[in-house]
Nanobody
Framework: QVQLVESGGGLVQAGGSLRLSCVTS????????MGWFRQAPGKEREFVAA?????????YNRNSVKGRFTISRDNAKNTVYLQVNSLKPEDTAVYYC????????????????????WGQGTQVTVSS
């Protein structure tokens, strides 16, 4: 079972940027599709982005991130990243990374059923 640990969250002003990281252990990182999700207070979990095992394919929640977020991975470092730019107060949430056995070229569910392993999350708070 792969373990995932997120970092990089924090308090940032609106318009600012952060780079979230997720380091994995206990599995073959390059065999996993990776994803990022978020959950705001009082709201359901929401899909943010996903990346294929080799990093050549990506998927985004276009409704919420609209080109402001970029997912990437470094298989040599067992790490997936989420670069978040032009942050808005509504981006405030706990951000989770997840690992799955397969990358899906279509849309992803907010429930994250495509992923079997999850990290504990990192808090991102955007002040206005």
């Amino acid at each position: 079972q792969v373990q995932l640990v997120e970092s990089g969250g924090g308090l940032v002003q609106a318009g600012g940027s952060l780079r979230l990281s997720c380091v994995t252990s206990g599995g073959i990182f390059s065999s996993y599709a990776m994803g990022w999700f978020r959950q705001a207070p009082g709201k359901e979990r929401e899909f943010v982005a996903a990346i294929s095992q080799g990093g050549t394919n990506t998927a985004y929640n276009r409704n919420s991130v609209k080109g402001r977020f970029t997912i990437s991975r470094d298989n040599a470092k067992n790490t997936v990243y989420l670069q978040v730019n032009s942050l808005k107060p509504e981006d405030t949430a706990v951000y989770y990374c997840a690992a799955g056995r397969r990358y899906y070229s279509g849309s992803y569910s907010d429930a994250g059923a495509e992923f079997g392993s999850w990290g504990q999350g990192t808090q991102v708070t955007v002040s206005s």
